[in-house]
C-alpha cells in the first residue's frame, strides 16, 4: 500500500526548514539547511524531497517563503523572486525550480502569511476569523489570515517597509538600504543588535527595549487601521523570550490615540506571543494537505 506523503519548506533569512509528514499529519522526516543562494537551496531540498521511505509517494509541497515575491496563483510568474538584498535570490523561482524537477505540485505564499494560517488553526489564534502575524527578526514581515486563509494580491503586504514617526532624539542610521525610518530600518534584528553593541541582549538596555517596543506598537496600530484583526500574534527572534508583547501592545493602543478602531485592539490579550515553534513551517504543511487534496478531488 502506498501512503501519500507532503512536504513542509520554510526559507528564511538564516536558514531553511523542511518536514516531509504524512496526509494525517505523522511526521517522516526533517531538514534543516543554512540560506545561501537559491541554488544552494534547491541542491540541499532535492535529495531529501526525493529520499524517501519505501511505499511513499510526494504528492504535495507547500513553501513558505521569504519576500518580495509573486504570489498571485494565476500570474506566469508564481513563485519568483523579486529585487532583494540576499545574494542569489532575486530572479529566482524555487517553486517552479521544484515543481518541474519533481513533477509534483508546489505552492507557495509569504512565510509570514503561512504562519498567520497555522496560528489561526494550531496557535495563538484559534477561534478568531482574522488574524495577523508579524514576525521581527532578521527582517520585519507580517501576513493576515481570514477564516484559514491569507491575504495576498499581486505581490503581498510589505508591512515591515511601512514608515514610522521617530521617537525625538532617535538620530540611529536605519538598517533598511531603500527606507530612512521604516519598521524594518528601525526594529529588526539587525537594528537592534546594532543599538545594542556586540555581546548584549534586549533586556540589558531598558531604553533600547523601550524604543523598540514603542517602534513595534506603531506598526501594530497601522496594521489595526489597515486590516482590523482579531488579535496579532508576534513571533520572531527580537520578540521571542524577550516578554516584549505586552510593552507592544501598550504602546499600540498609545498610537491609536483613543480612534475607535474597533473594540479588539483595546482588549487585553489582543497582542500574543507566538505559540508555535515555526509557525511558517507548519503552515506550508497546511497549505500542501490542502493542495494534495485539491489534487486526489481533480
Sequence with gaps: MTTEVVAGIETGGT???????????????????????????????LPFLTNLPLNCRLVGIGLAAFGPLIVDPHSPDFGTMLETPKPGWSGSNLRSSIEVKLQVPVTVDTDVNSAAIAEQRLGAGQGLSSVAYVTVGTGIGAGLAIEGRSLKGALHAEAGHLSLVRLSGDDFPSVCSFHEHCAEGLASGPAVR???????????????????????????AALVMAWSPHRIVWGGGVVAGSRLVPDIERRLIASLGGYGAGPAAT???????????????????????????VGQAA
Excluded at 206 to 219: C, S, T
Excluded at 267 to 287: D, H, S, T, V
Aim: proline share 4%; net charge negative; charged share 25%.
Design 15 to 45: 536558514k531553511i526548514l523542511a518536514r516531509l509528514s504524512s496526509l494525517d499529519g505523522e511526521t517522516i522526516a526533517h531538514g534543516r539547511w543554512e540560506t545561501g543562494s537559491a541554488q544552494d537551496a534547491l541542491s540541499d531540498l
Design 194 to 220: 546594532r543599538r545594542l553593541g556586540e555581546g548584549r541582549d534586549i533586556a540589558d538596555d531598558p531604553a533600547v527595549r523601550q524604543l523598540v517596543a514603542d517602534y513595534l506598537g506603531q506598526l501594530g
Design 267 to 293: 482588549q487585553p490579550g489582543f497582542c500574543a506571543p507566538a505559540m508555535l515553534e515555526n509557525a511558517g513551517l507548519e503552515g506550508a504543511l497546511i497549505m500542501a494537505r490542502e493542495l494534495a487534496v
